[in-house]
């Protein structure tokens, strides 16, 4: 492995969540996926409000809902996490425009988590994706003020990936950006204000 992470189990378990997209039928037990939860939960939010709910969904037609319905999330996982935000959970009004990168952490969260207990995950995106929204509030009951951020499946895995950092040291600045020949770029993309 590209790293020298050895000997520090947090660093192990970054480097080696990889997305998974092949599952063995293993079902994922219960205490597993409430570890996972607090995972989450454990996560920071804004001013400590914690606006994500998560709706956690074993029932095999729901699956197969999801399955046959997100154009990219078609994966045979026993379980998984809708990681919503519900920013009407947030006391501040100044913390609920960050509920986005609240259920961010909480999402990764759980990914990482998953990784100590033998299990593997892949992200599933849904917001900012409107029609992906609406497909996954459909499936998963979730009301209109209820937006889910994405879709995390669990399992234990049925393919193998090695650990990595994916650093580039050409993404790094120390103290100030500055222009530099080689950078990594795609053309012709707006960027917004
Ligand atoms: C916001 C977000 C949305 C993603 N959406 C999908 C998805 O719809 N389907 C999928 O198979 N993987 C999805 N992924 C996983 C990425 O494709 C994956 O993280 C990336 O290719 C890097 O591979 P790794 O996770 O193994 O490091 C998503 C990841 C993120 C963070």
Not at 14 to 20: D, G, L, T, Y
Not at 81 to 106: E, H, K, Y
């Amino acid at each position: 492995m590209e790293s020298n992470s050895s000997a520090n189990p947090t660093l192990d378990a970054i480097f080696r969540r990889r997305s998974i997209r092949k599952y063995t039928d293993r079902p994922v037990e219960t205490e597993k996926l409430e570890l996972l939860l607090k995972a989450a939960m454990a996560a920071p939010s804004a001013m400590n409000c914690r606006p994500c709910e998560f709706v956690v969904v074993t029932d095999p037609e729901k699956l197969a809902q999801f399955r046959k319905r997100l154009i990219f999330g078609d994966r045979n996982a026993p379980s998984a996490i809708v990681v919503c935000g519900n920013p009407s959970l947030s006391a501040n009004p100044a913390a609920r425009l960050f509920w986005v990168q609240d259920c961010s952490a909480a999402a990764e969260n759980i990914l990482i988590a998953a990784v100590g207990l033998g299990l593997g995950t892949v992200w599933v995106g849904i917001h900012p994706v409107g029609e992906f929204v609406r497909i996954v509030r459909e499936i998963a009951g979730l009301p209109r003020h209820v937006t889910p951020l994405g879709l995390v499946y669990v399992g234990y895995p049925a393919e193998e990936k090695p650990a990595r950092t994916q650093y580039d040291g050409h993404k790094v600045y120390w103290q100030k950006y500055e222009k530099r020949k080689k950078r990594a770029r795609v053309k012709n993309v707006k960027y917004l204000p």
